[in-house]
Nanobody
Framework: VQLQASGGGLVQAGGSLRLSCTAS????????IGWFRQAPGKEREFVAA????????FYADSVKGRFTISRDNAKNTVYLQMNNLKPEDTAVYYC???????????????????WGQGTQVTVSS
């Protein structure tokens, strides 16, 4: 499984960006796709996930109400719409995929087998 993340960039606080994660896999709908981020000097943290076989969504408390994850199974793509961005959202954002995750595991980065290359999001104050 190969993942391609895109859509990062530089935006002012309060602005919006939409990240995309496209996977090269035939059974995309069965894969849970997670977004994680890592800021300089910090550990990688969970942002949001869309569970396979139904698309149930999960969010970190820090982004709830501002970010929305969605998926288009026909395009093998998951989107992360990020609104009202804050400087503390600045990080490299990674998408990850796995098709064996149970609900309790979707927030754990070590549970995902496949990772994209990351896309930089920078929010200026």
């Amino acid at each position: 499984v190969q993942l391609q993340a895109s859509g990062g960039g530089l935006v002012q606080a309060g602005g919006s960006l939409r990240l995309s994660c496209t996977a090269s896999v035939r059974t995309f709908r069965t894969y849970t796709i997670g977004w994680f981020r890592q800021a300089p000097g910090k550990e990688r943290e969970f942002v949001a996930a869309s569970k396979g076989n139904g698309g149930t969504t999960f969010y970190a408390d820090s982004v709830k109400g501002r970010f929305t994850i969605s998926r288009d199974n026909a395009k093998n793509t998951v989107y992360l719409q990020m609104n009202n961005l804050k400087p503390e959202d600045t990080a490299v954002y990674y998408c990850a995929a796995d098709n064996r995750l149970i609900t309790s595991s979707v927030r754990s980065d070590y549970q995902y087998d496949y990772w994209g290359q990351g896309t930089q999001v920078t929010v200026s104050s």
